[in-house]
Structure formats: C-alpha cells, structure tokens
C-alpha cells in the first residue's frame, strides 16, 4: 500500500558524488520516519543516515561529514548527498519509511527495491 521508488544510484571514482532520491507514495497519512540503509556483500544492512520521528537527523559514524540527508514533505520524498565516496560505501542503498496509512490508522513500514552504488579506487 505504500511505495518507495528509489533512483540515483551508479558507479563513481573514490572521492566522488552521488545523489539519491526516495520517493513515498499511496495510502499514505502520515510518514513518522524516513531514511537511508545499506547493505554491502556479507554484511548486514545498516543504518546510513534517517529522519527520525522526532524530526532530528541521525547518521552512521562512517559517513558524518560526509553524507547529507534532506528531504521534502510535500513531496513525501527524501535524499541523500554522499560527497567524498569512499570504496567501503560500496553497497546496495535501500530507502524505509515508517508511518500511518490512510484510512486505517494502522502503521506501516516500506522498503525501497534498493539501488546500487559502487565506488572504486
């Protein structure tokens, strides 16, 4: 009932930039939290950086400085600048969402289908 398309995804040189976009849409009332995993090859998936439902940003250690989360309610969506990409950011980026869906009232939590980003030396 809620998805997320995400895009933005690629290949980059270390020390690169890249951009990604997560988009919520349908039954949607509210979006509580938002935010940004990954996984890399034979690692569990980790938090990257989120919107909490408080409102405040939280981010992974590896990436603070570095990495930015913004986002636009009106839109239901969410990015994430990554800036100074580094070979271990390599991983699949996967968007989640937390919320109240319309007209239930009842909550609901949303992964995106992920999207790649490699980055080589």
């Known amino acids: 009932q809620v998805q997320l398309v995400e895009s933005g995804g690629g290949s980059v040189q270390a020390g690169g930039s890249l951009r990604l976009s997560c988009a919520a849409s349908?039954?949607?009332?509210?979006?509580?939290?938002m935010g940004w995993y990954r996984q890399a090859p034979g690692k569990q998936r980790e938090l990257v950086a989120a919107?909490?439902?408080?409102?405040?940003?939280i981010y992974a250690g590896s990436v603070k400085g570095r990495f930015t989360i913004s986002r636009d309610n009106a839109k239901n969506t969410v990015y994430l600048q990554m800036n100074n990409l580094k070979p271990e950011d390599t991983a699949v980026y996967y968007c989640?969402?937390?919320?109240?869906?319309?007209?239930?009232?009842?909550?609901?939590?949303?992964w995106g289908q992920g999207t790649q980003v490699t980055v080589s030396k």
């Open positions: 989640n969402a937390d919320g109240i869906l319309n007209p239930t009232m009842t909550p609901f939590r949303s």
């Open positions: 349908g039954s949607i009332f509210s979006i509580n939290a």
């Open positions: 919107f909490t439902s408080d409102s405040s940003t």
